[in-house]
């Protein structure tokens, strides 16, 4: 990445951005510009109320509640890399008014939404991540230079105008996609509006541990303590409990799949798929490297999972749920 | 010359001189000290409170529903409280009149022998009444059991913040960050939301041809709601639990999964392999409109079973207050 060398105009400091970025923060007064005009920009940031310490206290908490981690591991864990990377968002405030006629009849939708856009890419794993995490769009703070100087201060490299078009067309599709579900007749998006409420830093620890030789990932949230992102190692007993249990469950299936290949050809396969279907998180989970972990619902994705399953097969073979009265 | 920077700007409460918590989103504050409320926008809202219990009372009634939990109470000895905090929590509610059309489908299915046909069945109706919509006046949506909060303080009674005596139960507040346009425009939208759904589902309606609702809000206010979070700790991992402080109700508590209950989620996806492993060939060889159950019961069974699975491989258990 090339770099270039500016004055901040507040308290005259050097300060060295990438090339590409379109607007700078001064990482010891807060004074926020656009690199090419010099005006003065809308900042703020989240304040990192979670230090290292507490970070690494964290995500030991919560490995140690997982199933399979090793038994010696808080003994073995030994962090050997904290950073607290501030990851630059551009944020928006976006309403959108839908209309739709059905047979003469005139109905208004209104949908608001607060966004934040990822505004730069750190070249790191974490990249992924920040583009996903969802955090409020309120709750921001002002410029704090003790968390930006000790920190991976990143500035934006997307420019606010590809965001707000972002955010513009996210809120129209929203708004679209809300009259769909209300109406069949004519409909289109009359206004919207996307305000745009500045460049936010939002803070994360991004930290590596070595257990046993080897190298395990964590980011953490640094302002709202949420462990986003974990790797740890299981232990051998845990992943040999849970290849006897997998295997075991493909054994029932074929086994009983057989019983019933007396009485239809089909037996063996239905068994091998269902016991396949069930075992597989086990499967996954024993032969994997290393184990993950979030502090994100996933109990709630799965539940959705399960019901565009159940959607899909309704509209195959026509068949309706039947309903308990 | 040099413009001070916005980190040493230090916002006073007008009563009592005490440091507020202001950021740049405040709306208003309500000063932790004195209870006085402070205003930092033209467009103002009612404010109400919910006092709470006091922490004393929030710990036992921790520790009371450990003792009398089937499964926590074995392990009783081994949580340790690790920290019991509380506070209020700012909540806009809102009555909204809602009134509209719509006209909507359902796809019914029915056996003509061997032959299943599906017929689309139109319904219509119109509404006119009046909704009270509870939302968080900020949006921190990580605060664990908050959402269960919300769904209660739409009918407790809430009392003028200037009636209460703030010493007993002052806490630290949460600032409203939600200003009155916003509110409205946000109340609208929700109406509009949840009017749909809860027509569908009473319906149980596949969709609509149309739906119209036009909504007007007709007052609204924001309620200070006491939250206590307490973490506790058990052989090394970290759980936590959400208390309401007006009646010490739990409103979700995260539970280790012991090892009992790993072995029988495993039981159940035995079961559930079983099940899937039957059905689907006895089904489909017996004739008249039984294989299309029989496929779904297939999938159903294999759905639970690999929940089963995950289940006995997870990390806690959620529980949540309906």
Partial sequence: MSLRQLTCANCNATITAPQAASIVVCPYCGHTFEASTGKKWEYYMFPAYVDSASAWRKATQFILRRYGVPEDFNAEANLHKAELYNIPYHVFSCKAYSSCSYHGNQANYIEVKNMSILATRTGTWLDGFAETLSFSVRGRSFFNPNQAQKSKFYLPTLDYRQAYNTAYHFIVNQAMSEARKSCSGFKGVDKAEVNYLGLVHYPLWLMEYAYKGKVYRVLIDASGGRVIFVEYPLSTKSRTTMLIAATLMIIIGIVSGLLVSLLSPIGVLSGLLSSVIVSSPLLAKALSLKDRGSEAPTQRRLSSEAWSAVGALTSITGFRLPVLE | ?322
């Fill in chain 2, 1 to 322: 010359m040099t413009e001070s920077t916005a980190a040493e700007r230090v916002f006073k409460c007008s009563n009592c001189n005490g440091p507020l918590n202001y950021t740049p989103e405040s709306i208003v504050c309500v000063c932790e000290y004195c209870g006085t409320v402070n205003w930092f926008s033209t467009g103002r809202f009612d404010i109400f409170i919910i006092p709470t219990r006091t922490r004393d009372e929030v710990v036992k009634a921790f520790w009371n529903r450990m003792r009398n939990d089937p499964d926590m109470s074995r392990v009783y000895g081994d949580i340790e409280i690790v920290e019991a905090q509380g506070s209020y929590v700012p909540i806009l509610l809102g009555d909204v009149s809602v009134k509209g059309g719509w006209v909507g489908f359902r796809r019914e299915t029915e056996y003509r022998g061997k032959r299943a046909v599906t017929k689309t069945v139109v319904e219509r109706g119109s509404f006119n009444t009046s909704l009270r919509l509870a939302v968080e006046a900020r949006r921190e949506a990580s605060e664990y059991g908050l959402q269960e909060l919300i769904s209660q303080v739409k009918t407790v009674t809430a009392h003028p913040i200037e009636s209460v005596d703030w010493k007993k139960i002052g806490l630290q507040v949460l600032n409203a960050e939600i200003s009155p346009e916003e509110a409205i425009d946000e109340l609208k939208d929700m109406a509009e939301d949840q009017m749909r759904e809860s027509i569908r589902s009473s319906k149980r309606l596949d969709g609509f041809y149309y739906y119209s609702c036009e909504s007007q809000v007709d007052s609204f206010w924001v309620v200070l709601a006491p939250l206590w979070s307490i973490v506790y700790k058990y052989r090394g991992g970290m759980y936590r639990a959400s208390i309401s402080g007006y009646n010490l109700q739990f409103l979700r508590v995260s539970e280790p999964v012991f090892l009992g209950q790993r072995v029988l989620y495993m039981i159940g996806a035995f079961l559930a392999i079983l099940a899937g492993t039957l059905i689907l060939p006895l089904t489909l060889f017996s004739g008249g409109d039984a294989p299309s159950l029989g496929f779904f019961i297939f999938i159903l069974s294999c759905i639970a079973g690999l929940f089963l699975t995950r289940k006995s491989i997870s990390d806690v258990r959620e529980e949540k207050w309906k």
